[in-house]
T-cell receptor, first 113, second 113 residues
Framework: ETGVTQTPRHLVMGMTNKKSLKCEQH?????MYWYKQSAKKPLELMFV???????ENNSVPSRFSPECPNSSHLFLHLHTLQPEDSALYLC????????????FGPGTRLTVT | DQQVKQNSPSLSVQEGRISILNCDYT??????FLWYKKYPAEGPTFLIS?????DKNEDGRFTVFLNKSAKHLSLHIVPSQPGDSAVYFC????????????FGKGTKLSVIP
């Protein structure tokens, strides 16, 4: 039990669909993150939220829209995705955003058809 | 350009022997380094970290060594166990207040019984 849960674990969607990924952390952390892991590539940071405020957007296309209603929940809203967006999407949390190890969820395996 | 490099995609080690996983970095601003372990269908799990003010950190069977002049760190696992078989990621962070972890591509360790 990592303390960070993600749903769904697998998602197949068409390019015209709208879907959302959900992340919840039970660790009392203040910071939450979205990462993308594509095949043969390192984990890429997408978004950072600290105390519900977005502090980082790593040039992510607008078809990915994050939402952080509170420090325990993080969403990634998806719309009009491309096949190259197929990847493992990982959520993580940490006590703060400074020099703390991050705790990851199991990820959502997304396939865009 | 990759700032954190794990040049060995895979490593096989006999059970009971030492496993040595290597990581090189190029950014002189990195001052905090972490190792994560990832099993299939799970998110990365924090394993051990080291600050740039140290050159060694030990936790049970796991030891991380940092050579700042060479911009190189390594993870030693002694003795290796079959349950250690996983993908190991090296990650680095730059400075207090930095939340961005830069990851390597990972090394797949197989411990042979």
């Amino acid at each position: 039990e990592t303390g960070v849960t993600q749903t769904p674990r697998h998602l197949v969607m068409g390019m015209t669909n709208k879907k959302s990924l959900k992340c919840e952390q039970h660790l009392g952390h203040n910071a939450m993150y979205w990462y993308k892991q594509s095949a043969k590539k390192p984990l890429e940071l997408m978004f950072v939220y600290n105390f519900k405020e977005q502090t980082e957007n790593n040039s992510v296309p607008s078809r990915f829209s994050p939402e952080c209603p509170n420090s325990s929940h993080l969403f990634l809203h998806l719309h009009t995705l491309q096949p190259e967006d197929s990847a493992l999407y990982l959520c993580a949390s940490s006590p703060g955003t400074s020099g703390y190890e991050q705790y990851f969820g199991p990820g959502t395996r997304l396939t865009v058809t | 350009d990759q700032q954190v490099k794990q040049n060995s995609p895979s490593l096989s080690v006999q059970e009971g022997r030492i496993s040595i996983l290597n990581c090189d970095y190029t950014n002189s601003m990195f001052d905090y380094f972490l190792w994560y372990k990832k099993y299939p269908a799970e998110g990365p799990t924090f394993l051990i970290s080291i600050s740039s003010i140290k050159d060694k950190n030990e936790d049970g069977r796991f030891t991380v060594f940092l050579n700042k002049s060479a911009k190189h760190l390594s993870l030693h696992i002694v003795p290796s166990q079959p349950g250690d078989s996983a993908v190991y990621f090296c990650a680095a962070s730059a400075g207090a207040g930095s939340y961005q972890l830069t990851f390597g591509k990972g090394t797949k360790l197989s411990v042979i019984p």
